[in-house]
């Protein structure tokens, strides 16, 4: 057996969470798997007390209406599993819409990673090309005043996109994007969509068939953007 | 799965993850390869209809059958309802997000008397007419069942079938007999319907006559056929060892109100409480083996993950061999870290070491329900339990760390008098001096004692389905004394809406004069009635004035002992005689000992099942 340090054993799984549970909150997510990680029978470390649990600990969480391909999580372990056997288990108690496709022993902390990537697919009403141009111009400015959640205050979100570049996809317009995942400066995508709606005139149609977006996180990056892992 | 209409819809309703489906552990079948398609309706939300123990067992059964996909179905919320009249989006199933036209047949849970305005907002979503004689010859079936068919009047003409009793066997013969004749070419809505009349537990409504004589009293119901049964006898399972029981629960990504397993240890209840629809029409009691039940519970655990085991039943403590179950169960609940829970505990039967045995990890509340606050009138309603086991059990609670009673009581009983009314401040009152008898270090901290009363509610099926219920302005006079008898700021007293007792009386007591009520409501839009926010009783009160009823012929008047009821049509077992007898003891204040005491003969023996304790 491989020797492992078993004082604070984590294993970490990076899972894809897709179509219909884009609408699984983050409190959602984190009692399914809860109940996901006790069928897959994995040898849980838990805590001490009253009432035992085991320990999960997620990365950047995604809000509602969000998809991902690039979602993960640390588990506690009380003995060492094989990674490979610990995502066959879990992903056979998950349906297809939330797999793993990686797992293993890390040697980050889920603070370093700083910067997550985006697609945001926009289907609006008006001519692709000039919405498209109208978001590239809006990137391209040095703030980007949003109002906060509940407030009447705006905060400038554009130092937290470290890119931004809308292209026409179709009817469609595409921007791909790479937003602050830093915990003390995280940039929800929303907020691009808030911009969008407040400086570009997108997405403001109250018919939900003639416009509406869809969020994708792709990936994760440390602060030299080398892949997070 | 879903169109970009739904998803698009989906990211502007609150708790979208109600309508996505897609749950580990749900059923997903090649619909071209089944002979029927079953769509579960439950007339609320998905996060009620997800925790109701009869549509995962019936879910359960009918998808075990190979020829059978059972669906669910749920009511949207009034955003996400108002959404699918914009864009207009049917009323789908959870599962393959079809539409219910798709569907053979389409069945109703019908919990509660106040989910019948949610059940036609569901039908009229689904664009089927709400009447059944409306419904065109490739309409789907529409079924109901559940607890409150017992009387189904005031919406039977709602349903073309309706079954009564459990529905683990009935629903299957319902589904062979529905594919049997779309094969052999001989279906037709009216023959079909006919041909389940004579199937045990079927009501058909549409077959019956109902005549009424001049004083608006009931007159008699006619089967319009020889072949049709002239009372509809309720359908049990014989032994619930033998019972399928689900091994496998669907697994909601959302909360969910019981979000646990639930653990059903037995059906039916020994004790005879007068005012208990459920005590009577779940009779006789039939026991699972702790066998059957360790089996069960494991099985579950292993493909659920839950980490909470809920044992039920109508009174958990009276399951005969309760101390071996739970000592099996917690053989592997502790090391899995799986807790227990006995919701239904009764007050004579409370002791120290059940407590341990369930309390490992939940700390704070518990709860009783004397009913009544005085002696005699706990005799009346044959509550029997006593003071003395009350503040024995309260002492224990305290003693045990929990500091938060809650007491269950009813207002508006038979021979109530203002004596009883107080005597439920009293007792309440005596809880808090057990409390302050304690030594100040074995007390624990923050004392809590709630008084929760509702509204007597006279049953269909009770020895007390004759009576009158108090009206609305005597029951308010009543919370009313009871508030002020409440002094001590320790006790907190909460009570039910008597406007919501007082619709619940008309429907659970009413016949089919009520339907065209209930059809205007639904007509207004009204749904959620059980919900305090959207329960509008002035519209109720007008929809009543509309449709020319006195509602208060259903609650005030009382029925005469002589009086055709209308639910008189269905044989739950259980003898009207034996009711009759019962009422007359009450009046007489006299109680009737438990089934496990002494058979008293209320006929449900007839009905057959495997227990030990009829004669
Ligand atoms: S037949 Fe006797 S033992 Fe059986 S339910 Fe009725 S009263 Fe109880």
New interface residues.
């Given amino acids: 057996m491989v020797q492992v340090n078993t004082s604070k054993l984590f294993l970490r799984f990076r899972f894809k969470k897709q179509?219909?549970?884009q609408?699984?909150?983050h409190l959602?997510?984190v009692?399914?798997m809860?109940?996901?990680?006790?069928?897959a029978k994995l040898p849980l470390w838990?805590t001490e007390g009253?009432?035992?649990?085991p320990k999960m600990i997620f990365a950047a969480p995604l809000s509602?209406?969000t998809e991902s391909e690039c979602e993960f999580m640390d588990i506690r372990m009380n003995e060492y599993i094989d990674p490979a056997e610990a995502m066959a288990r879990i992903n056979a108690?998950?349906?297809s819409?939330m797999q793993i496709y990686e797992a293993y022993y890390p040697e980050s902390k889920f603070t370093d990673l700083k910067w997550m990537s985006y697609r945001i697919t926009v289907s609006s009403l008006g001519d692709p090309d000039q919405l498209a141009q109208r978001c590239n111009s809006l990137f391209a400015s040095d703030t980007i005043e949003v109002p906060k959640k509940n407030s009447e205050q705006t905060v400038n979100i554009r130092p937290l996109i470290k890119s931004a570049c809308a292209t026409r996809a179709g009817k469609n317009i595409v921007i791909d994007t790479i937003l602050s995942a830093d915990p003390s400066a995280f940039l929800n995508p929303e907020y691009v969509i808030k911009a969008l709606r407040d400086k570009c005139g997108m997405l403001t149609s109250p018919d939900?068939?003639a416009e509406?977006y869809e969020i994708l996180r792709l990936n994760a990056y440390f602060g030299d953007m080398t892949e997070f892992r | 799965m879903h169109n970009k209409n739904i998803s698009s819809v989906l990211k502007s309703v609150s708790k979208p993850g109600r309508y996505i489906g897609g749950e580990f552990n749900s059923v997903i079948k090649n619909k071209e390869e089944v002979g029927v398609r079953f769509a579960f309706c439950f007339p609320d939300t998905y996060e009620i209809g997800m925790s109701n123990l009869g549509v995962r067992i019936l879910y359960d059964v009918l998808n075990k059958d190979k020829d059978v996909w059972c669906e669910r179905v749920y009511a949207p919320w009034t955003d996400m309802k108002e959404k699918m009249e914009e864009y207009s989006i049917p009323l789908s199933a959870v599962e393959s997000g079809d539409s219910l036209d798709k569907f053979d047949l389409v069945a109703f849970s019908l919990q509660y008397e106040m989910c019948y305005t949610t059940t036609l907002a569901m039908l009229k979503l689904a664009g089927f007419p709400i009447w059944a004689k409306d419904r065109a010859e490739d309409c789907p079936i529409i079924i109901g069942g559940g607890p409150c068919v017992y009387n189904s009047e005031p919406v039977a003409e709602f349903f073309d079938l309706i079954n009564i009793g459990e529905g683990e066997e009935v629903l299957l013969e319902i589904c062979h007999l529905y594919k049997q004749m779309k094969e052999d070419g001989s279906y037709t809505r009216s023959a079909f319907l006919r041909a389940a009349s004579h199937i045990e537990g079927v009501y058909i409504p549409s077959l019956y006559e109902v005549a009424y004589n001049e004083d608006g009293t009931l007159k008699e119901y006619k089967p319009l056929f020889d072949d049709v049964p002239a009372k509809i006898k309720k359908r049990i399972v014989a032994d619930m060892d033998k019972a399928p029981y689900p091994e496998k629960l669907v697994m909601p990504y959302i909360e969910t109100v019981h979000d646990r397993i639930v653990l059903e240890i037995y059906r039916g209840c020994i004790r005879g409480c007068r005012f208990c629809q459920a005590g009577m029409v779940y009779r006789p009691i039939r026991e699972k083996s702790v066998e059957t039940l360790c089996k069960q519970a494991k099985c579950l655990y292993d493909n659920t993950g839950y980490d909470e085991i809920s044992l039920i039943s109508l009174s958990i403590s009276d399951y005969s061999s309760l101390p071996e179950l739970t000592d099996s169960l917690l053989e592997w609940t502790d090391a899995s870290h799986v807790s227990l829970s006995l919701p239904s505990l009764r007050i004579d039967s409370f002791s120290e070491e059940l407590m341990k045995k369930v309390s490992s990890v939940r700390t704070g509340g518990i709860t009783f329900a004397p009913e009544a606050g005085t002696q005699r009138l706990r005799d009346v309603i044959n509550k029997n339990v006593c003071e003395e086991d009350l503040m024995r059990s309260v002492g224990i609670a305290f003693r045990g760390g929990k500091s938060n009673v809650k007491l269950y009581f009813m207002n508006g009983l038979p021979t109530e008098t203002d004596e009883d009314i107080i005597g439920i401040s009293d007792l309440a009152k005596k809880v808090v001096g057990q409390y302050f008898a304690l030594p100040k270090p074995e007390r624990p901290k923050g004392l809590g004692v709630t008084v929760s009363v509702s509204c007597f509610v006279p049953k269909p099926f009770t020895p007390f389905q004759w009576e009158k219920q108090d009206t609305f302005d005597e029951l308010i006079r009543k919370q009313e004394l009871l508030k002020s008898a409440i002094t001590d700021r320790r006790i907190k007293y909460a009570y039910h809406d008597a406007k919501v007792s007082f619709i619940e009386a008309v429907l659970a007591r009413g016949d089919r004069r009520l339907a065209p009520a209930i059809a205007y409501l639904a007509d207004k839009g009204q749904m959620f009635d059980a919900w305090d926010e959207y329960f509008n009783y002035d519209l109720w009160i007008e929809a009543f004035e509309k449709c020319g009823i006195d509602p208060a012929f259903y609650t005030s008047r009382g029925f005469g002992l002589d009086e055709v009821l209308p639910w008189d049509i269905i044989d739950i077992g259980v003898t009207k005689s034996f009711l009759r007898r019962e009422r007359d003891k009450a009046y007489e204040g006299k109680t009737t000992p438990s089934c496990a005491e002494h058979c008293s003969g209320c006929g449900a023996n007839k009905l057959g099942g495997n227990n030990r304790w009829c004669k």
């Fill in positions: 179509g219909s549970l609408y699984i909150s959602d997510l009692r399914t809860h109940k996901v990680i006790v069928r838990y009253f009432n035992p649990k509602i209406g108690n998950m349906t819409e939900l068939t509406h």
